[in-house]
Nanobody, 125 residues
Framework: QAQLVESGGGLVQAGGSLRLSCAAS????????MGWFRQAPGKEREFVAA????????????YYADSVKGRFTISRDSVKNTVYLQMNSLKPEDTAVYYC??????????????WGQGTQVTVSS
């Protein structure tokens, strides 16, 4: 089990940017598909972005939900054992608790396996 800790959330105005970090201990994240998911109050967690494990056939490939494609970028720093989510052009509808997680894919659907505590992102109008 990977222990994941998210950070970098906060309050930002619409159109602003934020960078989330996911630090891991106990596991090497390069061996896992990693994903970012988010959950707004009263809603189910939804997929945001994912990056495939480095030793897979599609190693390093990135995937995004349509709602964030072109605005968010997921990346991995294997030396720091950290996964990032760069969020640009933020919108109020991006407001949610963001979670990083080890992830897996069934067909084209990304699902979370183990996730961290989450970090709050609030985008004001």
């Amino acid at each position: 089990q990977a222990q994941l800790v998210e950070s970098g959330g906060g309050l930002v105005q619409a159109g602003g940017s934020l960078r989330l970090s996911c630090a891991a201990s106990g596991r090497t994240l390069s061996s896992y598909n990693m994903g970012w998911f988010r959950q707004a109050p009263g809603k189910e967690r939804e997929f945001v972005a994912a990056i495939s494990r480095s030793d897979s056939r599609s190693g390093g490939s990135t995937y995004y939900a349509d709602s964030v494609k072109g605005r968010f970028t997921i990346s991995r720093d294997s030396v720091k054992n950290t996964v990032y989510l760069q969020m640009n052009s933020l919108k109020p509808e991006d407001t949610a608790v963001y979670y990083c997680a080890t992830a897996y894919r069934i067909d084209s659907n990304w699902l979370a396996d183990r996730w961290g505590q989450g970090t709050q992102v609030t985008v004001s109008s």
